[in-house]
């Protein structure tokens, strides 16, 4: 139900722009987030923003990573800029609402060095 798209391979200090759509019954009411997953290791959190728009970031991406919403188009973005080889990952979007816990397919993203 949530379909994230953007990921692709860029070299380390370039930029992507990650974007999930979500059913509006689902995101309407729901904390939005992204994760990434790199081969053997657990899925973090890397940024998550609210309905009324607080944003929370994982320290590793301070300062790089922007996350927004539009709330009309019940569309969630990760704006990642200077990227570095580490951030290379499955990238996952998330929504968080009373109805549960959802889960977009993911997007690779590869960061070459």
């Known amino acids: 139900q949530l379909q994230a798209s953007g990921g692709g391979l860029v070299q380390a200090g370039g930029s992507l722009r990650l974007s999930c759509a979500a059913p509006?019954?689902?995101?309407?009411?729901?904390?939005m987030g992204w994760y990434h997953q790199a081969p053997g290791t657990q899925r973090d959190l890397v940024a998550n923003?609210?309905?009324?728009?607080?944003?929370n970031y994982a320290d590793f991406v301070k300062g790089r990573f922007t996350i927004s919403r539009d709330n009309r188009k019940n569309t969630v973005y990760l704006q990642m800029n200077s990227l570095k080889f580490e951030d290379t990952a499955v990238y996952y979007c998330n929504a968080r609402n009373a109805r549960g816990n959802f889960w977009g397919q993911g997007t690779l993203v590869t960061v070459s060095s």
């Open positions: 509006g019954s689902i995101f309407r009411f729901a904390t």
């Open positions: 923003i609210t309905v009324s728009g607080a944003t």
